[in-house]
């Protein structure tokens, strides 16, 4: 056929793309076990270094899944789901799963509450899109380490406050300077799993100031 | 992307395979003479977003030489049953299809790299080195001798960001790939290397070091001609 001929080139361009999509779909049947195995590996070390679980820094996807089911019951109440485990110290310890809009996209991340249901034990952000440097310092030490030992329950209602005024309260966390919408829509996203839980508690769900 | 760039010119003239020395002048090309990012300033995107540690820099480095090869290789061998119109986008394909696997087995097999890396793993279908080396070269050339060339290029945008992740890892945190090099008894390590601004800064010293040692004089030769 004459190379010039635009069905030449609809032959050319199929037989390279059927020959690039076979290639392609090999490499995925090849690693999809493994890439499976890395996600879920991905999850289960965020349970456990929320809920504070001893890991090996280089475990593997396996050995991780091995302390992570010698260890880590799952509960359901309400509807919601639950990560339990028993801390040598901390005692019992509840985490889960949070999510909602952030600024530029979606946020997740765990709450863990000691077992009087109101303490919190831990915070982190896992997954985030937040600007680099501002709103993206969620995912820091810094600023995920303020919440332990908060409160996520005062006398004036059930929610934590991330204030830009200087935290004193015992449901209040200091904001990021710079990034005032990711903060607020943190504490947004925070205090919807908080009123779930509260009100599974059996307290009134009630709204509290959510200020800042 | 010009289709005749200079550089072009310089290495497709002879049609010579790589045993009469176009091997070694296309290797010397690629890495230094006409480097990928200090001398033709093409894929500076990536460079500057990954070089914040060495072995991010390293892997990415990796990851081109890899596609360049594998491109270059394909797009020359294809290169006389290919239709001229729509060469470009068969370019792209084959140049995808590489990338892609190189992302599938470094997030099957380095997921923590992954993760590091980011999207600019699958950023490199769009980086002007690889494209730019398989319009200028590939389709001009021999299959081995294009290879040859895509390793080439390769090893010069991975030497460019190993240098840039070295001395920026090191800025930033007073160590390299977990070696403390710096005591942090007496040295503050600055933040503002690992951030974006510090990889401007670094990219820039390392273009000006690199004309200095190689271009100077050609400029100023090229300049007193009318």
């Known amino acids: ?212 | 992307m010009a289709d005749k760039s200079p550089v072009a010119c310089v290495t497709c003239v002879s049609r010579g395979g790589v045993c009469d020395g176009k091997g070694i002048q296309t290797l010397k090309d690629g890495v230094w003479a006409s480097n990928p990012i200090s001398i033709q300033i093409l894929g500076i995107c990536s460079a500057l977003a990954v070089t914040n540690r060495l072995e991010n820099s390293l892997v990415m480095g990796v990851a081109l030489i890899f596609v360049c090869v594998g491109s270059n290789l394909f797009v020359s061998l294809l290169r006389n049953v290919t239709p001229r119109r729509i060469r470009m986008i068969a370019e792209v394909a084959i140049i995808a299809t590489f990338v892609i696997v190189f992302d599938q087995i470094l997030k099957a097999y380095y997921w923590e790299m992954s993760k590091q890396l980011g999207p600019y793993v699958g950023l490199i279908i769009t980086n002007c080195i690889v494209m730019g080396r398989a319009e200028a070269f590939a389709l001009q050339n021999r299959p081995v001798v294009s290879m040859v060339d895509g390793l080439a290029n390769g090893i010069g945008y991975a030497v460019v960001l190993a240098i840039i992740g070295f001395f920026r890892e090191l800025a930033g945190t007073g160590g390299v790939a977990g070696f403390q090099i710096l005591s942090l008894d007496w040295y503050v390590p600055n933040q503002l290397a690992v951030l974006a601004p510090g990889a401007f800064v670094a990219l820039g010293f390392l273009i000006a070091l690199f004309n200095w040692l190689s271009g100077a004089n050609k400029e100023e030769n090229e300049g007193s001609t009318p």
């Not at chain 1, 010698?70 to 985490?95: C, K, Q």
């Not at chain 1, 509450?113 to 109101?118: S, V």
């Not at chain 1, 929610?159 to 947004?188: F, L």
């Open chain 1, 1 to 212: 056929m004459n190379k010039k001929h635009s069905g030449y080139a609809i032959l050319y361009a199929a037989v390279l793309g059927l020959v690039c999509a076979l290639a392609l779909t090999g490499v995925d049947r090849f690693t999809a076990e493994r890439k499976a195995a890395n996600a879920q590996a991905e999850e289960v070390r965020n349970v456990l270094g929320v809920l504070g679980v001893p890991f090996a820094a280089g475990a593997s996807a396996a050995e991780l899944l091995e302390v992570y089911e010698s260890n880590v019951r799952d509960e359901e109440r309400n509807g919601r789901e639950f990560f339990v485990f028993d801390h040598p110290s901390a005692g019992e310890l509840l985490a889960t799963r949070f999510e909602g809009p952030g600024l530029w996209g979606p946020v997740e991340g765990f709450l863990c509450l000691r077992g009087d249901r109101e303490t919190i034990y831990a915070v982190s952000f896992y997954r985030q899109e937040e600007t680099p440097g501002l709103g993206g310092e969620i995912s820091s030490d810094a600023f995920q380490d303020q919440f332990r030992g908060k409160k996520i329950a005062t006398a004036a209602g059930a929610g934590i406050r991330v204030v830009a005024d200087g935290a004193d309260a015992p449901n209040e966390v200091d904001a990021i300077a710079g990034a005032t919408m990711t903060s607020d829509k943190v504490q947004a996203m925070l205090n919807e799993t908080i009123e779930e839980i509260v009100g599974a508690n059996g307290r009134p769900a009630r709204r509290g100031s959510h200020g800042g």
